[in-house]
């Protein structure tokens, strides 16, 4: 670790003088013309982290004035850098101050001649694009007069790979259903080969995963990884991580890393409905209204979906009229056939009337289904409002 050099530190608080200018107004008022708190170094240059790796750096500091500093407030500038303080006795941890929002009065209260510690955890995970160099600030604010103390932290970011996408999100599926995804790891470093050595070290139980093509010779050389859901999952949404490794740097004398790749899967009924009503949106009354369309989809693949005659509630459902047309069969990802239909509820008369709150009403449509005797979807219009009188 390096300290930073004097023109990069003036870059830094340059760009931070505004941040700190609005802390110091918030000060509480006090005598002391300037901080106890004597640090070792303000600013600190990690190097190049890989990312998504994290590092630990510290500032070291000292009570060298004769009375008690109590640090109110201390915070970063991103979520990338997690501080914490510490007051050191023999090289040891002697106490830890609270973070922000877990007790109240000061953080920590930093005796005279005592000796502590910012102690800082970098991550780099959160960090988006390729390689750069990243700049984080932790604040400190004490009962002084000496304004906010400001600690720097510098870093090159070196990536190796990148996920694309960074978590798989499948498709609303039904429970018999298979469903693939597809995730491509793209190698970065220049020279870099394609990962040809990307194993499968786990992958939850819900989820099949292979790799299944390599591609080299173009700029990004990157292996995609086949991802297969279903069938014979629980009506639930499922999460879980499939861990890829391998070598995703130059060819000689890399070590092989660890990708993780969130994914979810989420597990519904047979029937899916949307929307979840019949929206006549803004009508006139004795004027003719239709709502707009509802697709209902039937998942399973080895049953027949049946629907009853509707029956109607509500505000005017004596004049509507629900009108269900098949659709032709749909193919969803996985090649699984499903059966669409397409239902429009409309009054050819319209509503007789339409009070401010508007119309309401329920629709029932019977199925042959044990789970789902039958589909229920709410309806509603709007008045059109009355224009002002002049």
Not at 113 to 124: C, I, K, P, S, Y
Not at 358 to 368: M, S
Request: charged letters at 25%; aromatic letters at 8%; a neutral charge.
């Amino acid at each position: 670790m390096r300290r930073l050099s004097p023109f990069l530190l003036a870059l830094a608080l340059a760009a931070a003088c505004d941040r700190a200018d609005s802390q110091a107004a918030t000060l509480p008022a006090g005598s002391k013309p300037a901080s106890a708190l004597v640090f070792e170094s303000i600013g600190n240059d990690l190097g190049t982290v890989v990312w998504p790796d994290g590092v630990d750096t510290n500032f070291k500091f000292k009570n060298r004035g004769s009375h008690i500093v109590k640090i109110i407030d201390y915070y970063a500038n991103c979520g990338c850098a997690n501080p914490r303080l510490r007051i050191l006795k023999d090289g040891k941890i002697a106490r830890e101050g609270h973070g922000r929002g877990e007790a109240t009065g000061p953080l920590l209260e930093v005796n005279p001649g005592e000796a502590g510690e910012l102690f800082v955890r970098f991550e780099t995970r959160g960090l988006s694009g390729e390689a750069k160099e990243h700049y984080s600030m932790v604040t400190l604010v004490t009962d002084e007069n000496a304004g906010p103390i400001g600690l720097f932290i510098k870093a090159a970011i070196e990536r190796k790979y990148e996920v694309v996408p960074a978590q798989v999100m499948f498709d609303s599926m039904g429970a018999k259903q298979t469903q693939t995804k597809g995730v491509k790891i793209y190698a970065l470093l220049p020279g870099a080969a394609a990962p040809f050595d990307a194993k499968i070290i786990s992958a939850p139980p819900f989820i099949r995963a292979e790799p299944f093509e390599y591609t080299v010779g173009q700029q990004r050389p990157y292996v995609e990884i086949g991802l297969l859901a279903g069938p014979g999952l629980k009506r639930e949404v499922l999460q879980g991580e499939v861990i890829v490794e391998g070598k995703f740097g130059r060819p000689k004398n890399d070590d092989a890393v660890r990708v993780t790749i969130p994914v979810f899967v989420p597990v519904v009924g047979d029937v899916q409905v949307k929307p979840a009503l019949f929206d006549f949106q803004v009508v006139d009354p004795g004027k003719p209204a239709k709502a707009a369309p509802v697709t209902l989809q039937f998942l399973d693949p080895d049953r027949t979906l049946k629907l009853g005659e509707a029956t109607i509630d509500g505000d005017g459902a004596a004049g509507l009229k629900l009108e269900c047309k098949q659709l032709p069969p749909s193919f969803d990802a996985g090649s699984n056939k499903s059966v669409l239909y397409s239902l429009v509820l409309s009054s050819a008369a319209g509503f007789e009337s339409v009070s401010a709150s508007g119309v309401h009403g329920l629709v029932r449509i019977p199925t042959n289904l044990d789970e789902m005797p039958e589909v229920r979807l709410t309806y509603r219009a709007l008045a059109r409002p009355v224009p002002p009188r002049k």
